[in-house]
């Protein structure tokens, strides 16, 4: 058989033993794209400076959290960015004044798993599959929530006059009925009687009990960086 004939063919074979069309999309597609990693809005033009940050601050509609982690493909020497958010994420932060230092007091956000979705791209490929092995991974039926928990901690000069500071929050992650320590990296802008934040928290796993997926051609890696792009009004 000619050569230009019997090269397609290989490559056809090659395919069904990776695992079909999902796996030619990864194995030679560059097609594949994920979100920029939750950051603060751009202030609007008629956007006050805070008049006052101390009280109770509720989050509101609009805020977002999410996960990020990499997946890794067999023969492929770059790894994927596989993305998903869900808007269902409620809690507060309570905020007091000591002298001139403002402090966060408290802080707890609670985020339904269940309603997490991916928000990736592979051309050609449905990236929602992933959405039930997520899910069958970390059990939702038994552990629907993720919250955290944040330890006190002074906030930076300039937060009471508007100014996107950044903090970083100490506190207590649950997932999976496991509570590990963790560090939360944000930003916190405050605006009238509203405020916004947004930041990352990088984490494993495997410290919360869950097995990374392997799913045939696909491995992923337990690192996980869970991120937050959150809306909060003052006394809601």
């Known amino acids: 058989m000619p050569r230009k004939f019997w090269i397609p063919i290989v490559a056809i074979a090659a395919l069904a033993v990776l695992g079909g069309g999902g796996a030619y999309v990864y194995y030679f597609s560059g097609l594949r794209t994920a979100p920029p990693t939750l950051a603060l809005a751009s202030p609007s033009a008629s956007a006050g400076a ?47 004044k000591s002298g001139t230092t403002y402090e966060l ?52 000069a300039g937060v009471e006059s508007g100014q996107a500071v950044n903090v970083t929050v100490p506190g207590q992650l649950t997932i999976h009925g496991v509570t590990k320590d963790v560090t939360a990296s944000l930003q916190l802008r405050v605006s009238g009687t509203t405020a916004q934040i947004a930041g990352t928290i990088a984490t494993n796993m495997t410290d919360f009990g869950i097995s990374p997926p392997n799913i045939g051609f696909t491995t992923v890696q337990p690192a996980v960086t869970i991120e937050v792009s959150l809306n909060l009004a003052q006394g809601a």
């Not at 805070?50 to 601050?57: E, F, K, N, V």
């Not at 490929?125 to 939702?140: A, E, F, K, M």
Request: glycine share 10%.
């Open 50 to 96: 805070a008049t006052t940050t101390g009280g109770t601050w509720a989050i509101t509609t609009g805020s977002l959290a999410g996960y990020r982690v990499k997946e890794q493909f067999v023969g492929q020497s770059s790894t994927h960015e596989a993305v998903a958010r869900t808007s269902d994420v409620t809690g507060q932060a309570s905020i007091t």
């Open 105 to 156: 007091a408290s802080a707890t956000v609670t985020v339904q798993l269940g309603n997490l979705a991916s928000v990736d791209q592979v051309a050609g490929y449905n990236v929602t599959n992933r959405d039930r092995i997520v899910q069958g991974s970390l059990r939702v039926s038994s552990f629907p929530t993720a919250v955290f928990v944040a330890q006190p901690v002074a906030l930076p």
